[in-house]
Each structure stands twice: as structure tokens, then as C-alpha cells.
């Protein structure tokens, strides 16, 4: 491994190997600490492995979705006092199983995955043997993307697609082919209900406790970085009032 990120992370790695104090609660101490069956501990490249998962396909993925979560409910007021207005009804210190339950929540973050989706694409699948695919033949060896995309955004599946309408999420379900944030199949995101969990209660705790608004109402749009798509400005917020003490 001969990558900037690579060296970074073998020397945390090394690092935290050589400390003699206790391990922590964080995420590298709690790898370090797992044991397969045979009581066995993972090796470095393994410890390695599973970190850039984390931070390539975990981290940044979800931060970004919290980021055009906010630019959307922010955008249109009433989005955001309608969630508030049921957070609310879970009274104080809610239980996080029961947030993660809102059904405009739920809603939200759905919208939220369709209109601005952080992958366009999916991952691509390999033709291993001649296949033919709604009228096209396809030869081994020809790459297939689904994309997310332009699927999100077909009016006769989503009516006014460019619209940000939570309440379509309330009024019918969609199917796999429908709605596919996290790809599909086998190979779709293992991280998915990590990623809706941390996203509804991140959104929960910040909407229940401080009072934003966006610093710029112009339309943000979507900026790629890497392999996915992120709020070009960054969304912006003011803080104009904390909510609880
Ligand atoms: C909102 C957040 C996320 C979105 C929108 C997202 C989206 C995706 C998409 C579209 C794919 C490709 C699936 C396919 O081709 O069918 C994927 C794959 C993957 N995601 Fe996520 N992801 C998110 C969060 C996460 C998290 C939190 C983790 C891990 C903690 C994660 C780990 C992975 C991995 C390991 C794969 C590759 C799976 C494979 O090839 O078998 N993702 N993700």
C-alpha cells in the first residue's frame, strides 16, 4: 500500500498498537479488539481494510446526505416545522428507535436520497455470458450501470420529479427498481440502514435543538467529488436560536 491515506492509516494502526494505555471506545480500538472464531485478532492490512470502507464508503457518503437533507427542509420552511412538530410529540429525550420510526422522517430522508442522490450510479456489473436485456443483446464483457439517477427522475414514476415532495413517500410505496439510493442486488450497500439511522438521528437531534436557516436561498447544486455527488457550496447555515438549554 503506497497511498497517502494508506500510510496515514497503517500508522494510526501502529501507533495505536505501541500505546500502553487501555482502548478506547472509538471505532479503531473497537476493531483492534474483535476476535474471529479462533480467537484470533485482525491483521493490519485487515484493520486497514475495514477503515477505508468506513471512510471512503461510510463517511462521507452519509455526511453528504445530511448535507442536502438540511438544504432541502430548510428550503421550504413548512418541510421543517412539520418534522419538528413530530419530533415533538415524542416528548423530551426520545427513545432514538422510536425517531428512527417517524414516518415523515422517514419520508424526508427518502426524498432527500431521490432528488439528490450521492451515487448516480451504480456500481457497474460484468456480462459473464450472452444475455438479452429488454431488446438489447448483451455480449460478455460489456459493463452495466444502473442509474440511480435518471431513475429518481422519471415523471411517471415521481410526478414533477424536480420537486421536493416528501409526502410522495407517504402516499405510495416504491419498489426496488424504483427507488434505489443504495443500488440493488446482492452487491447493494451494506452500510444502508447504518446510513438511514445515523442521517434520521442526526437530522432529529439538530432540528430538535437549534433553530437554522440556510445562509443562501439560491439553488445549490450538486458537485462531484470522486465517485459521488455532493452539495456544490457546502450548505451553509446561520444558527439564529438554540432550542433547549
Ligand atoms: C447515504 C449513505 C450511503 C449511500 C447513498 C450509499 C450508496 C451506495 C451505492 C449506490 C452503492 C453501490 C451498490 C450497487 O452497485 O448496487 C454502495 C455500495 C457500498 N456501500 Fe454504500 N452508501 C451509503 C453509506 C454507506 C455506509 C455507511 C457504508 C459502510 C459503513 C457503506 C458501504 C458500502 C460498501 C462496502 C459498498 C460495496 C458493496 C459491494 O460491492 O458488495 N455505504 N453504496
Same mark, same amino acid.
Given at each position: 500500500?503506497?497511498?497517502?491515506?494508506?500510510?496515514?492509516?497503517?500508522?494510526?494502526?501502529?501507533? %495505536?498498537?505501541? !500505546?500502553?494505555?487501555?482502548?478506547?471506545?472509538?471505532? *479503531?480500538?473497537? =476493531?483492534?479488539? $474483535?476476535? &474471529?472464531? /479462533?480467537?484470533?485478532?485482525?491483521?493490519?492490512?485487515?484493520?486497514?481494510?475495514?477503515?477505508?470502507?468506513?471512510?471512503?464508503?461510510?463517511?462521507?457518503?452519509?455526511?453528504?446526505?445530511?448535507?442536502?437533507?438540511?438544504?432541502?427542509?430548510? %428550503?421550504?420552511? !413548512?418541510?421543517?416545522?412539520?418534522?419538528?412538530?413530530? *419530533?415533538?410529540? =415524542?416528548?423530551? $429525550?426520545? &427513545?432514538? /428507535?422510536?425517531?428512527?420510526?417517524?414516518?415523515?422522517?422517514?419520508?424526508?430522508?427518502?426524498?432527500?436520497?431521490?432528488?439528490?442522490?450521492?451515487?448516480?450510479?451504480?456500481?457497474?456489473?460484468?456480462?459473464?455470458?450472452?444475455?438479452?436485456?429488454?431488446?438489447? !443483446?448483451?455480449?460478455?464483457?460489456?459493463?452495466?450501470?444502473?442509474?440511480?439517477?435518471?431513475?429518481?427522475?422519471?415523471?411517471?414514476?415521481?410526478?414533477?420529479?424536480?420537486?421536493?415532495?416528501?409526502?410522495?413517500?407517504?402516499?405510495?410505496?416504491?419498489?426496488?427498481?424504483?427507488?434505489?439510493?443504495?443500488?440493488?442486488?446482492?452487491?447493494?450497500?451494506?452500510?444502508?440502514?447504518?446510513?438511514?439511522?445515523?442521517?434520521?438521528?442526526?437530522?432529529?437531534?439538530?432540528?430538535?435543538?437549534?433553530?437554522?436557516?440556510?445562509?443562501?436561498?439560491?439553488?445549490?447544486?450538486?458537485?462531484?467529488?470522486?465517485?459521488?455527488?455532493?452539495?456544490?457550496?457546502?450548505?451553509?447555515?446561520?444558527?439564529?436560536?438554540?432550542?433547549?438549554?
Amino acid at each position: 500500500m503506497s497511498s497517502l491515506i494508506g500510510e496515514l492509516i497503517y500508522a494510526e494502526i501502529d501507533d %495505536r498498537r505501541n !500505546q500502553d494505555r487501555p482502548p478506547g471506545s472509538d471505532v *479503531l480500538s473497537l =476493531l483492534m479488539s $474483535a476476535r &474471529d472464531e /479462533t480467537g484470533q485478532p485482525m491483521s493490519n492490512a485487515e484493520l486497514h481494510d475495514e477503515l477505508i470502507t468506513l471512510l471512503i464508503a461510510g463517511h462521507e457518503t452519509t455526511a453528504s446526505a445530511i448535507a442536502w437533507a438540511l438544504y432541502w427542509i430548510h %428550503r421550504d420552511p !413548512q418541510v421543517g416545522e412539520k418534522l419538528l412538530a413530530q *419530533l415533538n410529540q =415524542l416528548g423530551k $429525550a426520545p &427513545d432514538p /428507535t422510536k425517531i428512527v420510526q417517524l414516518p415523515y422522517l422517514i419520508a424526508v430522508c427518502n426524498e432527500t436520497l431521490r432528488l439528490s442522490p450521492i451515487a448516480s450510479l451504480t456500481v457497474p456489473r460484468e456480462v459473464k455470458e450472452p444475455v438479452e436485456l429488454m431488446g438489447y !443483446q448483451l455480449d460478455p464483457g460489456i459493463r452495466l450501470y444502473g442509474c440511480i439517477y435518471l431513475t429518481h427522475q422519471r415523471p411517471d414514476l415521481y410526478p414533477e420529479p424536480t420537486l421536493f415532495k416528501p409526502e410522495r413517500f407517504l402516499e405510495r410505496q416504491f419498489s426496488g427498481y424504483e427507488f434505489l439510493p443504495f443500488g440493488g442486488g446482492v452487491r447493494r450497500c451494506i452500510g444502508e440502514a447504518l446510513a438511514l439511522f445515523e442521517m434520521k438521528l442526526v437530522l432529529a437531534t439538530m432540528l430538535s435543538h437549534y433553530r437554522l436557516v440556510l445562509a443562501d436561498l439560491s439553488p445549490e447544486h450538486p458537485q462531484r467529488r470522486g465517485v459521488i455527488f455532493t452539495p456544490a457550496r457546502g450548505v451553509q447555515m446561520i444558527l439564529k436560536e438554540k432550542l433547549t438549554a
